[in-house]
């Protein structure tokens, strides 16, 4: 009799697996900010899935800073070093699988186990990897919630000089009269209308990122307007519009915005709105540009409230344990944290791309699983020859108070 095999066989895991990555990728909504050099917004690694090993090593350069010299000048005692910075990203385990309850529960509706999981796990993997990308974007911390060791995101809150609070008036006056208020305790403990986000806090944050070191640097935006879901994924022969700064704004931030009561910010804009020239959906899935900005609403961007305790829903900064915040925000106040991203800006390792693993338990009521490997983490590079971590080298955060609807 000749050998044959069920469709269910686990060995057909790896036709699903690639069907199962090439759907959940492009469905990240970051996806286009992805790419595998620094001088995209996302520089992913995929060395570690063609070898052996836990740790990648991301490095930066240090760009010449000396004068050089004039005419006639001798070189020979005006050698400059080149310098390097590195960066370690370690991966770890993320895991979940689905079970049918039996032959019965399949039987009585019209689903079917196998190809139904293709499609919850795909969700699951796109909503797993986006939300790792925005806490590590936002300086916090991996979820525990269900038990499991999560260690994907390589911890990090932001460095002290690339994270603002504060904000502005709707009539464009800064709170504060400019001065962060280094904390989200202060900044909720002033006049809450004086501290909402808007233009000319996003113009603040630009500058300071410019006046950063290092110097932060507009990521690479391509020409999505014919990319194919290989094409995204790759990052591969597709065109460069431009370098521009990415802001992510919650939509609180961005209602704060439109109230805008003075003649130049969001007013002024709207007046002079023109028909953009690229269909990229970058560009069309913007909120709108701004001084060189790309600024996107995005659900993503982690809010806190005060309630008068510590938990970890009342301030962002938690304590060693994870248990409690050290910076909670007043009671009824409420803040989110939009960043401004550069080149180079986060880091993600690919070890293992998702997998599909199919078996039974009870002799024949089937699962299916999935698991991958892989680590994302702020840029931070070690200077030059040292294990010393330096400032966040692309992400510049800043909190600004929220009114709820």
């Known amino acids: 009799m000749d050998t044959s095999y069920a469709f269910t066989d686990p060995r057909a895991q790896t036709v699903w697996s690639k069907h199962l990555f090439d759907y959940c990728m492009p469905n990240i909504m970051l996806s286009p900010l992805m790419g595998q050099t620094s001088n995209d917004f996302i520089h992913v690694d995929k060395d570690l899935t063609k070898k052996s090993g836990g740790t990648i090593v991301f490095k930066a350069r240090e760009r010449l800073s000396g004068a050089g010299v004039g005419d006639d000048g001798d070189t020979t005692n005006n050698a400059q070093q080149i310098k390097r910075r590195n960066m370690t990203l370690t991966v770890h385990e993320r895991a979940t699988r689905t079970q049918s309850a039996g032959k019965l529960s399949e039987q009585i509706t019209d689903s079917k186990f196998r190809e139904d999981s293709k499609l919850e796990l795909g969700d699951w993997i796109t909503e797993i990897i986006e939300n790792d990308l925005a806490t590590a974007c936002a300086g916090l911390y991996n979820e525990n919630s269900s038990s499991g060791d999560i260690q994907t995101i390589n911890e990090s809150y932001p460095s002290s000089a690339r994270i603002y609070y504060g904000g502005q008036s709707a009539a464009g006056a800064l709170g504060n009269s400019g001065t962060d208020y280094g904390t989200d305790a202060l900044l909720t403990a002033g006049t809450q209308t004086d501290n909402l986000c808007g233009t000319l806090l996003l113009e603040l944050i630009k500058r300071k990122a410019l006046a950063a070191q290092p110097r932060f640097a507009g990521g690479r935006i391509k020409d999505l307007s014919k990319a194919t879901a290989n094409d995204i994924r790759t990052g591969k022969g597709l065109p460069q519009v431009g370098r521009f700064f990415f802001v992510f704004l919650h939509p609180l931030q961005i209602k704060a915005i439109k109230a805008e009561s003075g003649t130049n910010g969001w007013k002024a804009m709207v007046a002079e709105a023109q028909e953009r020239g690229n269909i990229n959906p970058i560009f069309s899935g913007a909120a709108f540009m701004w001084d060189g900005m ?112």
């Open 294 to 405: 790309i600024v996107w609403e995005y659900d993503r961007v982690p809010t806190r409230t005060g309630a008068g305790g510590s938990t970890l829903a009342e301030g962002f900064l938690l304590n060693a344990g994870r248990t409690a915040n050290e910076d909670t925000c007043v009671t009824g106040r409420s803040v989110a944290r939009g960043m401004l991203l550069g080149a180079n800006a986060l880091a993600f390792g690919w070890a293992q791309f998702p997998g599909w693993y199919e078996d039974y338990y009870d002799v024949n009521k089937p699962i299916v699983k999935t698991d991958m490997l892989y680590g994302v983490k702020r840029c931070i590079f070690n200077a030059h020859g040292t294990s010393t971590p330096g400032q966040d080298e692309a992400i510049y955060c800043f909190d600004t108070e929220v009114v709820t609807d």
